[in-house]
């Protein structure tokens, strides 16, 4: 969406850029804001409608109670704020930050606009009926749109650089705010609309939000922030870790601390961990693995067989611990096995070897080939994992504070996450984890450089299949059955989209995109039949927005920003006449 | 007389129908710097593919220091033969210190595990190749742009960075396949400076490269390789009063070459006006 060209110095904007928008740019920006602004106090609906008012007081309210605007409506209005300052303030790379709130303004007026038009039958809804007026959505649209027109004609530039140094206490301090508003944003995407289908409406909230929370989102990152922050958090390493484990174990303590998050949160979780290993594979090594949650398949049905449950095969009951590291590692051995065919086949032809496995794992499974899986009636009645006598699908109280039931699961997921992430980490900056990206970049080159292609591949396989297998032995315990139908195709798939949507190779990025891929489905249960349709929508404009993922790698965002090397481009170097060497 | 340190004996190579090399045979000395030269297609490239291991000789054998080499690249490089590739092939996505960083993975110890856990030895260990590697950028005159990604030097630093990345390895012979394809005379003549103090620091160097002047400039001994045969062999000299050296270039008489350059000399002045 850049549309700035190679080799243009980052302070000024090249000459083409500026359009026939050029001298409109501030006014519209203005225009935009202030509409925004109007829209928050507008009303939005003409009449009640069937499932009740539609929700932030926004029916028939005209003005009544400006300082008191909540929900969507404050969103529009902090937007159109938003809007006026980046207008008038001095802020780097102003056209991205107006064009990113303008994005953000248009998408909340027009989904909250698009539902009760749907909802209410009818344009009437927004615009005017028996009397009544309500306007809000279609101003906000207005106002939206304005303002990304006013972002392409203030030109859109390079996203702002910050060089500024902070002492150690104020960056501690800059990290802490920031990891608890990112808390705050969590909890808030976890629990707007409310839980499951209580609130008729909650599907179109949580749209919403995800409209006001990409815009402000995108608006900071045109401004620098989110960069600079990356890097102040680099800087800091061991402090950000340490305090985003806290805000992960504090999460149970907000809003979202209750039975129904704490499950959903630790399925992301479990997911997000298989998803970590999975980019060892994709991200790194660039094998791509279609038949990938084969593995966490094998882990689970290892560690239930272990588990002492009735219909568990094996006969003998070991410590979850134990039987963790017995399914991480029968599931490793697979990894080596199917990573094999890679020291012949590349690419696509990997791929269907993958897809191959991962059919055979399920059918196999299915049809209980090795009498160890049940085949259809699954493996049920794991017991769950206990401490120290205390259930971890119970509730659990530390003195007076009683916490929801499966936070102890959810506790010890985020163990798992953060488990993963380290290995992942540390492998990524070693030696094993260079000759991993070597391989992807130019496999001929990498063997010229000593690396042994065939042997690192397999390596790849083996440590992702074996993080897979522990997410599974703990997805065993956790759901308390073990049944094929956890592990076919359509997973192995949205592993894959969550890695290559959170950014491949990037640890933030497929924890991201695993929440998304898991949250989505789940905020948007009362689209019915429409659900899919709209996450693969979703998932179809991230994807043409950002492809190189929502968190990309250091190296996928240096891409975007080379720029500003002054280099000058290699293809026009290659072009010297042969008559100037000799 | 010593072993010398790269010996190529009798190299054949066929693909299906086609006779790429037809025996081959090529002798580096120690501290020696040899030039390959010959016309588009002779099998330069196959050549130097099978002095690496990347292809495997139909018959003849490579020797370094009197040991046959290995049929894999991984395994030559390791043994002490490193090269560069003809069209640029660094890992564009990584930065400059890690492009070379990955040079040095033969001659690092850590193992997954090691590489797990970061432990003290491990970070001995990854310290030493850094330095290592900042030492071999600066020797190439690549300074201060550790962080920055490959894809984004220019032209002639990908070169340099293509070199110290093979440096990186250790090698005893380094094999450079065109490096100053696409330079300016300028750039040429550093990347000669580059070579002779390669060859100072005693490692032997082959190098292929169509710039004939660069060639007879920098080796001590020169190949030419026509259609998969060796031709001529010899010092520079030998080799450029050679009559069928030129020909074997032009693929005509030098009479009506020095023609043809004059009428092209002439329609180029023609546009010009």
């Given at each position: 969406?850049?549309?700035?060209?190679?080799?243009?110095?980052?302070?000024?904007?090249?000459?083409?850029?500026?359009?026939?928008?050029?001298?409109?740019?501030?006014?519209?920006?203005?225009?935009?804001g202030?509409?925004?602004?109007?829209a928050?106090?507008?009303?939005?609906?003409?009449?009640?409608?069937?499932?009740g008012?539609?929700?932030?007081?926004?029916?028939?309210?005209?003005f009544?109670?400006?300082?008191?605007?909540?929900?969507?409506?404050?969103?529009?209005?902090?937007?159109?704020?938003?809007?006026?300052?980046?207008?008038?303030?001095?802020?780097?790379s102003?056209?991205?930050?107006?064009?990113?709130?303008?994005?953000?303004?248009?998408?909340?007026?027009?989904?909250?606009?698009?539902?009760?038009?749907v909802?209410g039958?009818?344009?009437?809804?927004?615009?005017?009926?028996?009397?009544d007026?309500?306007?809000?959505s279609?101003?906000?649209?207005?106002?939206?749109v304005?303002?990304?027109?006013?972002?392409?004609?203030?030109?859109?530039e390079?996203?702002?650089?910050?060089?500024?140094?902070?002492?150690?206490?104020?960056?501690?301090?800059?990290?802490l705010?920031?990891?608890?508003?990112?808390?705050?944003?969590?909890?808030?995407?976890l629990?707007?609309?409310?839980?499951?289908?209580?609130?008729?409406?909650?599907?179109a909230?949580?749209l919403?939000?995800?409209?006001f929370?990409?815009?402000?989102?995108?608006?900071?990152?045109?401004?620098?922030?989110?960069?600079?922050?990356?890097?102040?958090?680099?800087?800091?390493?061991v402090?950000?870790?340490?305090?985003?484990?806290?805000?992960?174990?504090?999460?149970?303590?907000?809003?979202a601390?209750?039975?129904?998050?704490?499950?959903?949160?630790?399925?992301?979780?479990?997911?997000?961990?298989?998803?970590?290993?999975?980019?060892?594979?994709?991200?790194?090594?660039?094998l791509?693995?279609?038949?990938?949650?084969?593995?966490?398949?094998?882990?689970?049905?290892?560690?239930?067989?272990?588990?002492?449950?009735a219909?568990?095969?094996?006969?003998?009951?070991?410590?979850?611990?134990?039987a963790?590291v017995?399914?991480?590692?029968?599931?490793?051995?697979?990894?080596?096995?199917?990573?094999?065919?890679?020291?012949?086949?590349?690419?696509?032809?990997?791929?269907?070897?993958?897809?191959?496995?991962?059919?055979?794992?399920?059918?196999?499974?299915?049809n209980?080939?090795?009498?160890?899986t049940?085949g259809?009636n699954?493996?049920?009645?794991?017991?769950?994992?206990?401490?120290?006598?205390?259930?971890?699908?119970?509730?659990f109280?530390?003195?007076a504070?009683?916490?929801?039931a499966?936070?102890?699961?959810?506790?010890?997921?985020?163990l798992?996450?953060?488990a993963?992430?380290?290995?992942?980490?540390?492998?990524?900056?070693?030696r094993i984890?260079?000759?991993?990206?070597?391989?992807?970049?130019?496999?001929?080159?990498?063997?010229?450089?000593?690396?042994?292609?065939?042997?690192k591949?397999?390596?790849?396989?083996?440590i992702?299949?074996?993080?897979?297998?522990?997410?599974?032995?703990?997805?065993?315990?956790?759901?308390?059955?073990?049944?094929?139908?956890?592990?076919?195709?359509?997973e192995?798939?949205?592993?894959?989209?969550?890695?290559?949507?959170?950014?491949?190779?990037?640890?933030?990025g497929?924890?991201?995109?695993?929440a998304?891929l898991?949250?989505?489905?789940?905020?948007?249960?009362?689209?019915?039949?429409?659900?899919?349709?709209?996450?693969?929508?979703?998932l179809?404009?991230?994807?043409?927005?950002?492809?190189q993922?929502?968190?990309?790698?250091?190296?996928?965002?240096?891409?975007l920003?080379?720029?500003?090397?002054?280099?000058?481009?290699?293809d026009?170097?290659h072009?010297?006449?042969?008559?100037?060497?000799? | 007389?010593?072993?010398?340190?790269?010996?190529?004996?009798?190299?054949?190579?066929v693909?299906?129908?086609?006779k790429?090399?037809?025996?081959?045979?090529?002798?580096?000395?120690?501290g020696?710097?040899v030039?390959?030269?010959?016309?588009?297609?002779?099998?330069?490239?196959?050549f130097?593919n099978?002095?690496?291991?990347l292809?495997?000789?139909?018959?003849?054998?490579?020797?370094?220091?009197?040991?046959?080499?290995p049929?894999?690249?991984?395994h030559?490089?390791?043994?002490?033969?490193?090269?560069?590739?003809?069209?640029?092939?660094?890992?564009?996505?990584?930065?400059?210190?890690?492009?070379?960083?990955?040079?040095?993975?033969?001659?690092?110890?850590?193992?997954?595990?090691?590489?797990?856990?970061?432990?003290?030895?491990?970070?001995?260990g990854?310290?030493?190749?850094?330095?290592?590697?900042?030492?071999?950028?600066?020797?190439?005159?690549?300074?201060?742009?550790?962080?920055?990604?490959?894809?984004?030097?220019?032209?002639?630093?990908?070169?340099r960075?293509?070199?110290?990345?093979?440096?990186?390895?250790?090698?005893?012979?380094?094999?450079?396949?065109?490096?100053?394809?696409g330079?300016?005379?300028?750039?040429?003549?550093?990347?000669?400076?580059?070579?002779?103090?390669?060859?100072?620091?005693g490692?032997?160097?082959?190098?292929?490269?169509?710039?004939?002047?660069?060639?007879?400039?920098?080796?001590?001994s020169?190949?030419?390789?026509?259609?998969?045969?060796?031709?001529?062999?010899g010092s520079?000299?030998?080799?450029?009063a050679?009559?069928?050296?030129v020909e074997?270039?032009l693929?005509?008489?030098?009479?009506?070459?020095?023609?043809?350059?004059?009428?092209?000399?002439?329609?180029?002045?023609?546009?010009?006006?």
């Amino acid at each position: 969406m850049s549309t700035s060209t190679v080799s243009t110095p980052a302070a000024a904007p090249p000459v083409e850029q500026r359009s026939a928008l050029a001298p409109l740019g501030k006014p519209f920006a203005a225009v935009g804001g202030v509409l925004g602004i109007v829209a928050a106090l507008l009303p939005w609906v003409t009449f009640g409608l069937k499932d009740g008012n539609w929700p932030d007081k926004s029916t028939l309210q005209f003005f009544d109670a400006p300082f008191a605007v909540t929900g969507f409506r404050w969103h529009v209005l902090l937007l159109g704020v938003l809007i006026l300052v980046a207008a008038f303030a001095p802020v780097p790379s102003k056209g991205r930050v107006v064009r990113a709130l303008g994005w953000g303004l248009a998408v909340v007026s027009f989904i909250n606009g698009a539902y009760i038009t749907v909802k209410g039958g009818g344009l009437g809804a927004i615009t005017a009926l028996d009397g009544d007026v309500a306007f809000g959505s279609i101003v906000g649209l207005v106002g939206g749109v304005l303002a990304i027109l006013a972002g392409y004609g203030i030109g859109i530039e390079l996203p702002g650089q910050w060089k500024v140094k902070l002492s150690t206490p104020v960056a501690y301090l800059v990290l802490l705010v920031s990891f608890a508003a990112v808390l705050y944003a969590v909890a808030a995407m976890l629990t707007t609309g409310g839980v499951g289908t209580s609130n008729p409406y909650a599907g179109a909230i949580f749209l919403s939000f995800l409209g006001f929370a990409g815009g402000v989102l995108a608006a900071l990152s045109g401004v620098g922030f989110i960069r600079w922050l990356s890097v102040l958090s680099e800087e800091h390493r061991v402090f950000s870790v340490i305090v985003l484990a806290a805000c992960a174990l504090l999460l149970p303590f907000t809003e979202a601390g209750n039975e129904y998050w704490m499950t959903v949160a630790a399925n992301i979780g479990i997911y997000a961990a298989t998803a970590i290993g999975l980019n060892i594979v994709v991200g790194l090594a660039g094998l791509l693995d279609l038949g990938y949650v084969a593995f966490m398949g094998i882990g689970a049905l290892v560690a239930a067989n272990f588990s002492g449950a009735a219909t568990a095969h094996f006969g003998i009951t070991l410590p979850f611990p134990v039987a963790a590291v017995i399914a991480g590692v029968v599931a490793g051995i697979f990894g080596a096995i199917v990573g094999s065919p890679t020291l012949r086949v590349r690419g696509d032809y990997l791929a269907i070897v993958t897809l191959a496995f991962g059919e055979i794992f399920t059918r196999s499974a299915q049809n209980d080939i090795g009498g160890i899986t049940n085949g259809s009636n699954a493996i049920p009645g794991i017991p769950p994992l206990s401490l120290f006598g205390a259930e971890f699908n119970k509730s659990f109280s530390i003195g007076a504070v009683k916490l929801p039931a499966g936070v102890l699961y959810y506790i010890l997921i985020v163990l798992l996450v953060a488990a993963t992430m380290a290995v992942f980490a540390n492998l990524k900056f070693s030696r094993i984890g260079r000759a991993w990206i070597a391989i992807r970049e130019d496999e001929d080159a990498a063997r010229a450089m000593g690396i042994q292609t065939g042997k690192k591949k397999i390596l790849a396989f083996l440590i992702g299949a074996t993080l897979a297998g522990l997410a599974g032995a703990v997805f065993a315990h956790k759901n308390g059955t073990v049944s094929y139908e956890s592990f076919k195709f359509m997973e192995s798939v949205t592993l894959l989209a969550a890695v290559i949507l959170g950014g491949m190779g990037s640890i933030p990025g497929a924890v991201l995109g695993a929440a998304l891929l898991f949250v989505l489905p789940e905020k948007l249960r009362e689209f019915e039949e429409y659900r899919l349709m709209i996450f693969g929508l979703a998932l179809i404009v991230i994807m043409r927005f950002r492809p190189q993922g929502l968190i990309p790698d250091r190296h996928r965002r240096a891409e975007l920003a080379d720029e500003d090397v002054g280099g000058v481009p290699v293809d026009e170097v290659h072009e010297v006449p042969k008559e100037a060497k000799a | 007389m010593s072993t010398p340190v790269l010996e190529a004996r009798d190299v054949s190579m066929v693909f299906g129908g086609l006779k790429a090399l037809k025996g081959v045979t090529l002798t580096l000395d120690e501290g020696k710097i040899v030039g390959l030269i010959g016309p588009n297609g002779a099998g330069k490239t196959t050549f130097f593919n099978c002095l690496t291991g990347l292809y495997q000789p139909t018959t003849g054998q490579v020797l370094l220091k009197g040991k046959e080499l290995p049929g894999d690249p991984a395994h030559v490089t390791k043994a002490g033969v490193a090269r560069t590739f003809q069209n640029i092939r660094l890992f564009p996505s990584m930065t400059v210190l890690e492009n070379v960083l990955v040079g040095r993975h033969s001659r690092m110890k850590q193992g997954p595990l090691a590489s797990l856990f970061h432990g003290p030895a491990y970070q001995r260990g990854e310290r030493a190749a850094r330095e290592r590697s900042r030492e071999l950028l600066a020797f190439v005159g690549l300074n201060n742009l550790d962080d920055e990604l490959s894809r984004n030097l220019p032209y002639g630093d990908q070169r340099r960075l293509e070199i110290a990345r093979a440096l990186a390895t250790d090698p005893a012979v380094l094999l450079l396949d065109e490096p100053t394809a696409g330079m300016n005379p300028q750039e040429t003549e550093a990347t000669q400076q580059l070579i002779f103090r390669i060859r100072e620091t005693g490692v032997s160097v082959v190098v292929i490269e169509h710039d004939i002047k660069f060639i007879f400039g920098l080796c001590d001994s020169v190949s030419v390789l026509v259609q998969g045969e060796l031709l001529v062999e010899g010092s520079p000299e030998t080799v450029r009063a050679d009559p069928r050296v030129v020909e074997a270039y032009l693929g005509k008489p030098p009479e009506e070459v020095q023609h043809d350059v004059e009428a092209a000399a002439a329609s180029a002045e023609e546009e010009q006006a």
